[in-house]
């Protein structure tokens, strides 16, 4: 069974880091390019970051550029987001999620990780 | 930077079709992926590439694109149905956009 579990999220002060893990199996992630994806409370879907299967291609949102790093690990098969210097708007659930062969649609999503900035 | 729009609510009657669009600048030449996601629970991919179903979705789901606007129908809509629906495509500035969601309700 394809599987993502995401761990690794919490409550944080306003400034702090945390980091976000994705731990996989059931599918072989050296092949498969990787995102995650994040949801505010009552709020909707927005992607913040990719990373291609070998990690040589790295994307991010604007409003996470030089705060948050993606990277990945394919003798693990894990994916991680290194979060810093975060703020309120970065509460949210954190999604990792799979993207399908041709690397556009997000095919798995795992349950997901709740981060709250707050004092 | 390139926008999905989508109304924030649908409401379609029990068995009946239900529709939910999609507007984009020329979506018509981008490929459409859509998402349902339940309450307390991680988004599924229903659509990808315009009208593409993955295996388990049922048949009542199907999806269009041209133009301006993609559309998601949902054909004999059941209770279980009912969640919010998102649209998604990859735009060469903005990388992933998503539409910001319908809340579809099933009378």
């Keep these: 069974e394809v599987q993502l579990v995401e761990s690794g999220g919490g409550l944080v002060q306003p400034g702090g880091s945390l980091r976000l893990s994705c731990a996989t199996s059931g599918f072989t992630f050296s092949t498969y390019t990787m995102n995650w994806v994040r949801q505010a409370p009552g709020k909707g879907l927005e992607w913040i970051s990719y990373i291609s299967s070998y990690g040589t291609g790295i994307y991010y949102t604007d409003s996470v550029k030089g705060r948050f790093t993606i990277s990945r690990s394919n003798a693990q098969s894990s994916l991680y987001l290194q979060m810093s210097s975060l703020r309120a708007e970065d509460t949210a659930v954190y999604y990792c999620a799979r993207a399908e062969s041709n690397g556009e649609a997000f095919d798995i999503w795992g349950q997901g990780t709740m981060v709250t900035v707050s004092s | ?107």
């Design chain 2, 1 to 107: 930077s390139y926008e999905l729009i989508q109304p924030l609510s649908v409401s379609v009657a029990l068995g009946e079709t239900a529709r939910i669009p999609c507007g984009g600048n020329n979506i018509g030449i981008k490929h459409v992926h859509w998402y349902q996601e339940k309450p307390g629970q991680a988004p599924v991919l229903v659509i990808y590439r315009d009208s593409k179903r993955p295996s388990g979705i049922p048949e009542r789901f199907s999806g269009s694109n041209s133009e301006n606007t993609a559309t998601l129908t949902i054909s004999g809509a059941q209770a279980g149905d009912e969640a919010d629906y998102y649209c998604q495509v990859w735009d060469s500035t903005t990388l992933v956009v998503f539409g910001g969601g319908t809340k579809l309700t099933v009378l």
